[in-house]
């Protein structure tokens, strides 16, 4: 669902993108904007989408965030807490184990 989502937002943007491009290069052909004045529109709206795929990304990636919060999942920070936890466990125990046999 959330991919359909995704991939209909980049089809959207990039058909929208294409029909800009192709009436601006009508606009020119006609003589109703310069070359440098569709360039310079083409450019723009090109600028304005990647700013708003940033701004997608953003938001997907919070939502996907928000997902896996409420999935209650460990995190990768979480994972590692309890490797250096069970790391210090072992080396706590293994000094113990060795104080054991060295004492019976």
Known sequence: MLFDMIRNTIMAALGAQE?????IDGLVEKGQLSESQGKSMIDEWSE???NAGSGINANISEIIDLALSKMNLATK???????????????RLAA???DHTENA
């Open 19 to 23: 029909t800009l491009k192709e009436f």
């Open 48 to 50: 304005k989408i990647t």
């Open 77 to 91: 920070d979480d994972i590692e807490k309890l490797n250096k936890k069970i790391a210090a466990l072992a080396q």
């Open 96 to 98: 113990h184990e060795g």
